[in-house]
């Protein structure tokens, strides 16, 4: 059982690993906080070691989670080429934060007050990060849907003018975003494309894109007026138990 928060201190994800851990099972924690609820409830801990979050919305120990499950996955089953692949992933986040001119474009149509953002295969994770991450740093109201659910039902809401961003990470499913791309346009949907230049795999693609979509996320916030770092309603922990 692995449990991931950046802060350690999400009650539901501690009660689920001690329950875990109760029955038996090998527990994992992936946190920054070394000394959190969340560590000292598991057996192992994998620290994230990525500095204070200072924000409230997190940012980077969200890309610093998605690597550190990379590397557990190479370490159940290493591979020389994606080994080497993990090694480039520093420079693709550095690569990433240098587009951040190229990002400006797509501001403007993601002010508000509604947003889809829809990816596929891995990086379906990462349409999730960026709607969340416009929800509550920009209070756009944006909703995730991997590219197969949407087209099962959703896109029913698309019309002329809705703006529609793709995540795209190349790879197996990259037909199936031109394909969701095509009929989105012919509705006259404001299809924006935010695209991975990494050369990475596409299994860690979600790292530089993700960095992207946060980028893009300030930027939207800032454009609003709002201040990313400290969206109203929310705290830094969410206590949901």
Not at 114 to 120: E, M
Not at 146 to 156: C, L, Q, T
Not at 234 to 240: A, G, S, Y
Request: glycine fraction near 6%; charge should be negative; hydrophobic fraction near 45%.
């Amino acid at each position: 059982m692995i449990g991931i928060s950046q802060s350690g201190e999400s009650p539901d994800v501690v009660a689920v690993v001690e329950e875990a851990r109760r029955q038996g099972c090998l527990t994992v924690a992936i946190t920054n906080a070394a000394e959190s609820r969340l560590a000292r409830a598991s057996e192992l801990v994998l620290r994230l070691e990525a500095g204070p979050e200072v924000s409230v919305p997190a940012s980077k120990t969200y890309t610093a989670s998605v690597l550190a499950m990379a590397m557990v996955s190479h370490a159940l089953d290493p591979e020389p080429s994606f080994e080497a692949a993990l090694d480039q992933v520093p420079e693709a986040i550095s690569r990433a934060l240098d587009r951040e001119n190229e990002i400006d474009e797509l501001v403007p149509p993601l002010i508000g007050p509604r947003a889809v953002v829809l990816g596929r295969g891995f990086n379906f994770s990462t349409a999730e990060e960026i709607a969340l991450k416009l929800s509550e740093t920009s209070y756009v109201l944006a909703r995730a849907w991997s590219v197969a659910d949407f087209e099962h039902g959703p896109i029913a809401i698309a019309e002329a003018g809705l703006p529609v961003l793709l995540v795209d990470g190349g790879g197996l499913v990259a037909a199936d975003l031109d394909s969701v791309r095509r009929r989105l346009e012919a509705k006259g949907s404001q299809v924006l494309h935010l695209f991975d230049v990494s050369g990475l795999p596409e299994e860690l693609t979600p790292i530089p894109l993700a960095v992207l979509g946060q980028l893009l996320a300030h930027d939207v916030a800032v454009a609003r007026g709002i201040d990313p770092d400290q969206p109203r309603t929310i705290q830094k922990v969410t206590r949901t138990w």
